[in-house]
């Protein structure tokens, strides 16, 4: 049989060890947690690395290609001026006239080139706001991942332990003074 400390003693002690084990749910989930929004932030800074070098690539993509057709123009200009002096030293024609349309030719090289940088140059300007954007996007992304954790309190976790244990005393009087006990029989004679 109970004594009739027993059950507000063991209801308050479960009520204690209910805390803890509360505490300690609960910090083992701030933990997880934490893990789990490391490892998001790590894939998120991977994802950005592998954009902005998407990025940088095209980039270097664009200016090859840029490369490659300002070459074939200052061939083709050469090779044109070539033919027109050659033309011109067949039909016999020198001065002013051929010197124009050198010259011609030599405009329409540069005006071409110009246009051909100045669009490398928008292209060069598109990356870098580009890059800025998904920066900013990575940013936001990352924000979103690292949000606070509620982290258990030793102190809370002790005070509730604390009411709990002392909830469970009055409770566990409750019922032991419910429970009807034996009383001494006393002889009257």
Not at 1 to 15: E, H, W, Y
Not at 88 to 104: I, P, T
Request: charged fraction near 20%; glycine fraction near 10%.
């Amino acid at each position: 049989m109970c004594t009739p400390l027993a059950i507000p003693i063991a209801t308050a002690v479960i009520g204690a060890a209910s805390s803890g084990l509360q505490y300690a749910g609960q910090r083992r989930q701030a933990k997880q947690q934490a893990a789990y929004q490391a490892q998001a932030a790590a894939a998120e800074r991977q994802r950005s690395l592998q954009e902005q070098t998407s990025l940088r690539m095209r980039q270097a993509q664009e200016q090859e290609a840029t490369a490659r057709e300002l070459e074939q123009v200052s061939r083709k200009s050469r090779e044109a001026l070539s033919r027109a002096r050659v033309s011109a030293g067949e039909a016999g024609v020198a001065g002013a006239s051929v010197q124009a349309l050198m010259d011609d030719y030599t405009r329409q090289e540069a005006g071409y080139r110009a246009a051909v940088l100045r669009q490398q140059e928008l292209g060069a300007l598109g990356t870098g706001l580009g890059l800025e954007q998904a920066g900013l996007a990575s940013q936001q992304r990352l924000i979103g991942i690292r949000q606070p954790i509620s982290q258990p309190s030793l102190l809370t976790a002790g005070l509730g332990a604390v009411s709990r244990g002392l909830s469970g005393y009055a409770t566990g009087l409750d019922i032991g003074s419910r429970i009807p006990t034996k009383e001494p029989k006393t002889d009257i004679s």
